[in-house]
């Protein structure tokens, strides 16, 4: 399984400021994906990152709030902007397996805006 | 609408004692189950997915079409298997629904 780093693991965050979460991949993927984890809730999708083009948001997501970049195939951030004490969530990074459709996790990020 | 349900946020059983977390989802179509594990202070990952049919560290999972249920079970629980797990499906394309999760703590 691919070995996925995230940076920040974790930071405090003063509203309406933005903050970049990095997630670096040891091997070159094909897919890979932001999730939102807010306290007590289960894991959303917020987008696909898509190497050399605009990430695909789901529903209720925007590119203006979280900008998504994937410059290559083994490294995206995610911004989260102009942050309100709402978007205090774990952050995570995943990749789809070679095979199947098993993904993996990062360690997260964990983001509180006060 | 899609979506997985786990019932229960904690689930306490005793060393020993079989375990069984629920999991039931709503979809149209045929998805594929997983169920995901997150122990202490370490990452989200993979425990058993259902076209595998196979056993993880004892436990075992069943997709049962006609109650949409994918129930995780293990014959008798183990301290290490504390720990909190995602019940998720997609359609095939990566994208995954996660259940709320339900934390195990097996007591000694």
């Known amino acids: 399984s691919a070995v996925i780093s995230q940076k920040p693991s974790r930071d405090i965050c003063q509203r309406g400021t933005s903050l970049t979460i990095q997630c670096q991949v040891d091997?070159?993927?094909?897919?890979m994906f932001w999730y939102r984890q807010q306290p007590g809730q289960s894991l959303t999708l917020i987008a696909t990152?898509?190497?050399?083009?605009?990430?695909?948001?789901e529903s209720g997501f925007v590119i203006d709030k979280f900008p998504i970049s994937r410059p290559n195939l083994t490294f995206s951030t995610l911004t989260v902007s102009n942050m309100s004490p709402e978007d205090s969530s774990i952050y995570l990074c995943?990749?789809?397996?070679?095979?199947?459709?098993?993904?993996?996790f990062g360690e997260g990020s964990w983001l509180t805006v006060v | 609408a899609q979506r997985v349900t786990q019932p229960e946020k904690l689930l306490s059983v005793f060393k020993g004692a079989p375990v069984e977390l629920k999991c039931n989802y709503s979809?149209?179509?045929?998805?594929?189950l997983f169920w995901y594990v997150q122990y202490s202070r370490q990452r989200l990952q993979l425990l058993l997915r259902?076209?595998s049919r196979e056993s993880i560290k004892g436990f075992t999972a069943d997709l049962n079409k006609g109650e949409t249920s994918f129930h995780l079970k293990k014959p008798f629980a183990q301290e290490e298997d504390s720990a909190m797990y995602y019940c998720?499906?997609?359609?095939?394309?990566?994208?995954?629904?996660f259940g709320t999760g339900t934390r195990l703590k097996v007591l000694a």
């Open positions: 995943s990749v789809g397996a070679s095979a199947g459709n098993t993904i993996y």
């Open positions: 979809y149209s179509g045929s998805p594929e």
């Open positions: 998720a499906l997609t359609s095939g394309t990566y994208k995954y629904i």
């Open positions: 259902h076209i």
């Open positions: 091997s070159q993927v094909t897919m």
């Open positions: 990152a898509n190497q050399g083009s605009e990430a695909t948001y």
